[in-house]
């Protein structure tokens, strides 16, 4: 299916309908030797052994009972060692489907990431049910290698068609950077109507340098991690909690958030390379949220609980390019769940959930060039099923 799909994009009504066709067509004359499979097989080992460490300390201190501050500090280590062996496949159409290189035996590569983090937390209550509280929180991510790059001794892309690259001279797996983010917050939880509500509202600010991507690379014609620019993000989250009585409760959350990214030059997919600029982070809905309508009474020697369970995103999607055709519509998912809990320790239930049985995706690809864009992550369809639990004391 490969060799079909490719030869007829390049090359069309030539007759290609497998890999045998294919090379026919590029070689006439010339004998066709497939894998021992009878398939297009491009080999490659990967091998990581990454250990990390880290250590953190935090101190509070309250400067009465209404105010206090906590402030933390935590120190991470990360080191990794990599090697990446792309041996010649033994189908004599060669290494131009996946790797689009082979190497002479192991590249190895190594390296290491530290990096100390900060958090600091203020909070005040007022009153005897509401607490205000602000953070700012620092945040790290080690850098890596790519599984399916090499760069050359003079760190350049290594594309097609480099055959048996070696570490004797200069190449070595492409590497990515470290991510760091700062995040600010502030908060108010409280209670209201002599403590039958909960309440929670939070704004957020955050700033990603260096945030690691990973895209469908045209230059190396495989998958691949890059560090862009500049996130910025900005957002609200709420949620309340109400006791209407003894039996019925109901959750509400709502959430809100806006992105913007800079430095996306390497990972664009639009027409040029600056016309990303200032795009979001298309994986992320910029709206979504939730309810939950919960009942329990008691029945015989136990209780007797279910709930209603509505979860929903805006749409999202098209990649930085901002593509129509990739956009995940906004969906709404609903779920059933009614549960039996005995007084001697069983719990027997039912639920049924995706009710409505919705269709979305999990996220995209935009890709380029001869492979096409396309969807992944199905949602799972109606799932209907049983539980049993019991408990030991």
Not at 19 to 38: I, Q
Not at 235 to 243: K, Q, V, W, Y
Request: proline content about 4%; hydrophobic content about 35%; some cysteine.
């Amino acid at each position: 299916h490969f060799c079909n799909y490719y030869g007829n994009y390049y090359y069309p009504d030539a007759g290609i309908f497998d890999c045998a066709s294919y090379y026919d067509y590029l070689y006439p004359g010339y004998t066709w030797y497939p894998s021992p499979d009878g398939l297009l097989t491009e080999p490659g080992r990967i091998r990581g052994d990454y250990t990390g460490w880290a250590v953190y300390a935090d101190l509070s201190y309250a400067f009465n009972d209404r105010f206090d501050v906590s402030f933390g500090v935590r120190y991470t280590n990360d080191d990794k060692d990599f090697s990446i062996n792309v041996p010649a496949p033994e189908s004599n159409l060669g290494p131009y489907w996946a790797y689009l290189f082979t190497t002479d035996g192991p590249i190895k590569s190594s390296d290491s990431w530290s990096d100390t983090q900060i958090r600091l937390v203020g909070r005040w209550r007022v009153g005897e049910d509401g607490l205000i509280y602000a953070s700012y929180t620092e945040g790290f991510k080690s850098g890596g290698f790519g599984s399916f790059a090499l760069v050359d001794a003079d760190g350049e892309k290594v594309g097609c068609c480099e055959l048996d690259a070696s570490q004797a001279a200069g190449f070595r797996s492409r590497q990515f950077n470290p991510e760091d983010v700062d995040s600010y917050e502030l908060g108010y939880k409280g209670t209201l109507f002599d403590g039958s509500t909960d309440i929670s509202l939070t704004g957020f600010m955050y700033d990603y340098k260096d945030l690691q991507i990973s895209f469908f690379d045209l230059d190396s014609g495989a998958n691949t991690v890059e560090n862009v620019g500049q996130v910025d993000g900005l957002g609200l989250e709420a949620s309340i909690t109400t006791r209407f009585n003894q039996n019925w409760d109901l959750y509400l959350a709502m959430s809100w958030l806006d992105t913007e990214a800079k430095g996306l030059a390497q990972v664009c997919d639009g027409d040029t390379p600056d016309a990303c600029e200032g795009r979001k982070l298309f994986w992320a809905p910029d709206f979504s949220g939730a309810a939950v309508l919960s009942g329990n009474f008691p029945l015989a020697a136990g209780s007797i609980g279910g709930s209603l369970e509505a979860f929903w995103e805006s749409d999202r999607g098209g990649g930085w390019g901002n593509f129509p055709e990739t956009r995940i519509d906004s969906y709404v998912e609903l779920a059933v769940r009614l549960d039996y809990a005995s007084s001697g320790n069983w719990t027997v239930g039912a639920y049924v959930e995706n009710l409505t049985d919705e269709f979305t995706y999990d996220g995209l690809n935009n890709n380029g060039g001869i492979l096409p864009s396309h969807f992944f992550g199905h949602r799972r369809p109606r799932t209907a099923g049983v539980r049993f639990r019991y408990d030991w004391e």
